[in-house]
């Protein structure tokens, strides 16, 4: 099992910067693929960037260029920077877990991008 915990989610100005963290806890939390997930009222769930237990990472081609996925193992964290952003990226983002047929998720975060 794995427990993830979301944070770092708020209203920013479009162009702005924010970080969001996801906290794992309750399994080997380094051999997990972690991804970003997000949606926006009245879409469907999107990939935004992912990340491998190795360090190989991907990313919607969306938000290329402006996030930035990151991982720290040793504190059971998963990172998204998210710069020059822009009101079409608000959304709840979710973060994930996965290996195999396990599959987890947190309870999401909010951002809003707006003036």
């Known amino acids: 099992q794995v427990q993830l915990v979301e944070s770092g989610g708020g209203l920013v100005q479009p162009g702005g910067s924010l970080r969001l963290s996801c906290a794992g806890s309750?399994?080997?939390?380094?051999?997990?693929?972690m991804g970003w997930y997000r949606q926006a009222p009245g879409k469907q769930r999107e990939l935004v960037a992912a990340?491998?237990?190795?360090?190989?990472?991907a990313y919607a081609d969306s938000v290329k260029g402006r996030f930035t996925v990151s991982r720290d193992n040793a504190k059971n964290t998963v990172f998204l920077q998210m710069n020059t952003l822009k009101p079409e990226d608000t959304a709840v983002y979710y973060c994930?877990?996965?290996?195999?047929?396990?599959?987890?998720w947190g309870k999401g975060t909010l951002v809003t991008v707006s003036s």
């Open positions: 994930n877990a996965r290996l195999n047929l396990e599959n987890y």
């Open positions: 990340i491998t237990s190795g360090g190989s990472t």
């Open positions: 309750g399994s080997i939390f380094s051999i997990y693929r």
